[in-house]
């Protein structure tokens, strides 16, 4: 049976009606098991690594202009944040062998700020840890 345009725009009402409350679950599930789903996200990732990394640099490729404009959107954005990554990146070089300063475990690759109005202030943290205090989750607790 093909459903009505009344019936086709009711579905996407509701859909939409929905959509906040299903994110907002999905949100509280993925935190509530975060170790699993990390797990699970690595394990599918090691299994279909190659064909990952072929497609993002596929999109890269194709969209190379859209994704410059982008960023100079953002920089714009946010003036404050990216002078601040600047600054640090040029005045600030990441000790060798040098640990993750929150999990103390993996190396050190990137320069974290907590506040973007002190660019010479960051902590040395692995890629992991940089993820995850960046969707604000407290990772001391
Ligand atoms: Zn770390």
Redesign the pocket.
């Known amino acids: 049976m093909k459903a009505t345009k009344t019936q086709k725009q009711n579905m996407k009402a509701l859909y939409e009606k929905n959509r906040k409350e299903r994110l907002e679950y999905m949100a509280k599930k993925r935190l509530d098991n975060l170790e699993l789903f990390i797990k699970r996200n690595r394990e599918q990732y090691a299994k279909h690594r190659e064909k990952y990394v072929t497609q993002k640099k596929d999109y890269y490729r194709k969209n190379k202009l859209l994704i410059r404009e982008k960023e100079k959107i953002e920089i714009k954005k946010y003036p404050q944040k990216f002078s601040a990554r600047w600054k640090a990146c040029k005045s600030i070089v990441i000790p060798k062998d040098k640990l993750?300063e929150?999990?103390?475990?993996?190396p050190?690759i990137q320069r974290e700020h907590r506040d973007y109005s002190k660019p010479l202030e960051v902590q040395f943290?692995?890629a992991?840890?940089n993820k995850r205090l960046g969707v604000g989750i407290n990772v001391n607790e």
């Open positions: 993750c929150i999990c103390n475990n993996k050190a943290v692995c992991s840890c």
